[in-house]
C-alpha cells in the first residue's frame, strides 16, 4: 500500500483562514519533510522535521514519530500560499535521503 | 539556500529519441538525486548518487541511465525514449536532511 499518505487532496480557503495538513506514514524510519510546490513548479523545503514541533513564520509542523503522522498548520492564509504541499519520508532508515513522497495536498487560498 | 540548476528547462524529442538531462549543484553537497513528477503519482525517485562516480538505483530506474561525473554534475540519460517518460524531471541535492530542488526540465516524448 501507499507508504505516505496525505489528507486532503485538496483545500481551498479564505485569505484569513488557518489550514491544517495531514501527513500518515507507514514506516517508523522517518526523517520526514515538507515541501511546497510553488503553481508554476519550482520546489522549495519547508521543514526537516523528523520529530517534534518547528517553526517558520506562519508555518508550524508537528512529527509524532511513533503514531506514525505529522501535520503542517498554515495560520492566516495569504494568496501566496497557494500551491501543492507535499511530505516525504526517508524510509530506509540509514539517512540516504532516498525520499518516499505523498501525491500532495493542493491548497487554493481565495482573496 | 543551495543552487541547483538544470538543463534543459524543456525538451522536446522523439520515441526512440536520445535524451541527456543536466544537473549542476554548486555547494558541495555529497548526495544527489533525480525524481520523476507525474499527476497521481507526486514525485518517484529514478536514480540517486553518494559522490562522483557513485551511482545508487532508485524506485523507478527503468529506461533511465544516470551518471556523476564530478561532485557538481549529475546527468540522466534517456537513450531510448519513449512517450511513457514524458514528465517534468527534478534534480536535486544534500548534505543530510534537507534536499534542494532544481528548477525542473519538462520532457515531452512524442
Known amino acids: 500500500g501507499q507508504q505516505v499518505q496525505q489528507s486532503p487532496a485538496s483545500l481551498v480557503l479564505q485569505e484569513g483562514e488557518n489550514a491544517e495538513l495531514q501527513c500518515n506514514f507507514s514506516s517508523t524510519a522517518t526523517r520526514l519533510q515538507w515541501f511546497y510546490q510553488h503553481p508554476g513548479g519550482r520546489l522549495v523545503s519547508l521543514f526537516y522535521n523528523p520529530s517534534g514541533t518547528k517553526h517558520t513564520g506562519r508555518l508550524t509542523s508537528t512529527t509524532v514519530t511513533n503514531e506514525r503522522r505529522s501535520s503542517l498548520h498554515i495560520s492566516s492564509s495569504q494568496t501566496t500560499d497557494s500551491g501543492t504541499y507535499f511530505c516525504a519520508i526517508d524510509r530506509t532508515g540509514a539517512n540516504t535521503g532516498k525520499l518516499t513522497f505523498g501525491h500532495g495536498t493542493i491548497l487554493r487560498v481565495h482573496p | 539556500e543551495a543552487a541547483v540548476t538544470q538543463s534543459p528547462r524543456n525538451k522536446v524529442t522523439v520515441t526512440g529519441g536520445n535524451v541527456t538531462l543536466s544537473c549542476r549543484q554548486t555547494?558541495?553537497?555529497?548526495?544527489m538525486y533525480w525524481y520523476r513528477q507525474d499527476t497521481g503519482h507526486g514525485l518517484r525517485l529514478i536514480h540517486y548518487?553518494?559522490?562522483?562516480?557513485?551511482?545508487q538505483i532508485g524506485d523507478v530506474p527503468d529506461g533511465y541511465k544516470a551518471t556523476r561525473t564530478t561532485q557538481e554534475d549529475f546527468f540522466l540519460l534517456l537513450e531510448l525514449a519513449s512517450p511513457s517518460q514524458t514528465s517534468l524531471y527534478f534534480c536535486?541535492?544534500?548534505?543530510?536532511?534537507?534536499?534542494?530542488f532544481g528548477p525542473g526540465t519538462r520532457l515531452l516524448v512524442l
Open positions: 536535486a541535492s544534500s548534505v543530510t536532511g534537507t534536499q534542494y
Open positions: 548518487s553518494y559522490g562522483a562516480g557513485n551511482l
Open positions: 555547494n558541495s553537497h555529497n548526495y
